[in-house]
């Protein structure tokens, strides 16, 4: 079945470092690609997204590109804040079409910026 | 990004009893919402798929009879807790299909912290 494996935290950075998650995944057909966010105490939030091969998502500095032939879709922001500190998902979707369609999570990394 | 909402975001309830959580898509109709559960500092872990208008798809291990999931409109699916107890504990999270012409994108809702005494 599908999976997505992400790199294990935690990841502790000093502000205005670079961030790397890496996420590769397993799946059959051309699944979408995300990256989502959790604040302490709150839901997910869609942080950037990849529809197709070569496609790259973008948002508040963060960036991934959709690797077909690495499978993969790691996470990156040249300079990390603060405010950056929170728990990532990395995540596919699958049965796009039809009725079976949901979304497979990676573990998540947790990522602490510090002053 | 769209916006999903669950009421309430924290209860606490006594062992035995009935809680309701509720999931609305506040500005896109959703034909398709999902329940998660997840444990502290832990990933989700996908309960059921709600469709408007049919019964939702449990998945493996999850009992159907304790967890009720009714997704009455496009835009509310409830999730009913019954006779819950403390191992029932935890932060469920819902989540609202987007699909449209061009998009295809699940938003969460904040979540609700149900704690069981």
């Known amino acids: 079945g599908d999976s997505v494996t992400q790199m294990e935290g935690p990841v502790t950075l000093s502000e205005e470092a670079f961030l790397t998650i890496n996420c590769t995944y397993t799946?059959?057909?051309?699944?979408?690609l995300f990256w989502y966010v959790q604040y302490p105490g709150e839901g997910l939030q869609l942080l950037l997204k990849?529809?197709?091969?070569?496609d790259k998502g973008s948002n508040k500095g963060f960036e991934a590109t959709y690797r077909k032939e690495t499978t993969s879709f790691h996470l990156e922001k040249g300079s990390v804040q603060v405010s950056d500190s929170a728990v990532y998902f990395c995540?596919?979707?699958?049965?796009?079409?039809?009725?079976?369609?949901?979304?497979?999570f990676g573990k998540g990394t947790l990522l602490t910026v510090n002053p | 990004g769209a916006v999903v909402s669950q009421h309430p975001s924290r209860v606490i309830c006594k062992s035995g009893t009935s809680v309701k959580i509720e999931c609305r898509s506040l500005?896109?109709?959703?034909?398709?919402m999902f329940w998660y559960r997840q444990f502290p500092k832990q990933s989700l872990m996908l309960m059921a798929t709600?469709?408007?208008?049919?019964?939702?798809?449990?998945e493996q291990g999850v009992e159907k009879d304790k967890f009720l999931i009714n997704h009455a409109s496009l835009t509310l699916s409830t999730l009913t807790v019954t006779s819950a107890h403390p191992e029932d504990s935890s932060f469920y999270i819902c989540s609202a299909r987007d699909l449209g012409e061009r998009t295809d994108t699940q938003y969460f809702g904040p979540g609700t912290r149900l704690t069981v005494l």
């Open positions: 799946a059959t057909g051309y699944p979408s």
């Open positions: 995540a596919l979707s699958s049965g796009s079409g039809g009725s079976n369609y949901k979304l497979t």
């Open positions: 500005d896109f109709q959703a034909t398709t």
């Open positions: 709600s469709n408007e208008g049919s019964k939702a798809t449990y």
């Open positions: 990849a529809t197709k091969a070569d």
